[in-house]
Structures are given as structure tokens and as C-alpha cells.
């Protein structure tokens, strides 16, 4: 059931989603973060991108 207050969001290809996850590791320019049962890598030069403050 749904009412006037709750907005509607869709996905679509290429939107974009935000996740919450443990860091596990950094290595050199990976990071490795559990988001639930997986650990997934992502560069650590695109986070640094969208972030633009040094990793800690």
C-alpha cells in the first residue's frame, strides 16, 4: 500500500545506487568491502573520484 508521501523510485540502467558495506582490506589502489555474504572489489582511484578526500 502506498500513499502520496512515499516517492516512487525507479531503477533504470545506468542509475544510481548507493550501498553499505564493511571495509575488509585496502591493498595498493583496491578496497575490499563485505556487503553482506560478498566481498567485492573496487579500485580505489574511482572512490577517490566521487570523494575527493584521502582513504584513512
Known sequence: MTTNNESK????VNST????G??????NDSIHVQIG?????LP????LK???TPLT
Open 37 to 41: 555474504g560478498k566481498i567485492i572489489t
Open 44 to 47: 580505489a582511484s574511482n572512490l
Open 9 to 12: 523510485k525507479e531503477i533504470t
Open 50 to 52: 566521487q570523494n575527493k
Open 17 to 20: 545506487v548507493q550501498l553499505k
Open 22 to 27: 564493511i571495509v575488509k582490506a585496502i591493498f
